[in-house]
């Protein structure tokens, strides 16, 4: 069983800067490919980037446009998303995933223009 928990979400204003975090327990993560995904009200849940086991190999949706950047810790067991030039259409909850298998509960970004 795999937990996962995120934490660096708030309210901020537009051309901001954050990053998440999400720290994981349980299981093996230096084994796991990790990714973020964010939903917003009224929308599907979808991709925003991804990261290998070992972190060699990164991707990212296209609506990221080379502001976010996904990263990763494993002795820490921790993965992040640096998020730049903050838009209000990233105002969503982002969730981290092991395999679209395990989720964690998510954070709330929310960006006032």
């Known amino acids: 069983q795999v937990q996962l928990v995120e934490s660096g979400g708030g309210l901020v204003q537009a051309g901001d800067s954050l990053r998440l975090s999400c720290a994981t327990f349980?299981?093996?993560?230096?084994?796991?490919?990790m990714a973020w995904f964010r939903q917003a009200p009224g929308k599907v849940r979808e991709f925003v980037a991804g990261i290998s086991y070992n972190g060699d190999s990164t991707t990212y949706a296209d609506f990221v446009k080379g502001r976010f950047t996904i990263s990763r810790d494993n002795p820490k067991k921790t993965v992040y998303l640096q998020m730049n030039s903050l838009e209000p259409e990233d105002t969503a909850v982002y969730y981290c995933?092991?395999?679209?298998?395990?989720w964690g509960p998510g954070t709330q970004i929310t960006v006032s223009s």
């Open positions: 349980g299981g093996t993560f230096g084994n796991y490919d």
């Open positions: 995933t092991v395999n679209q298998i395990y």
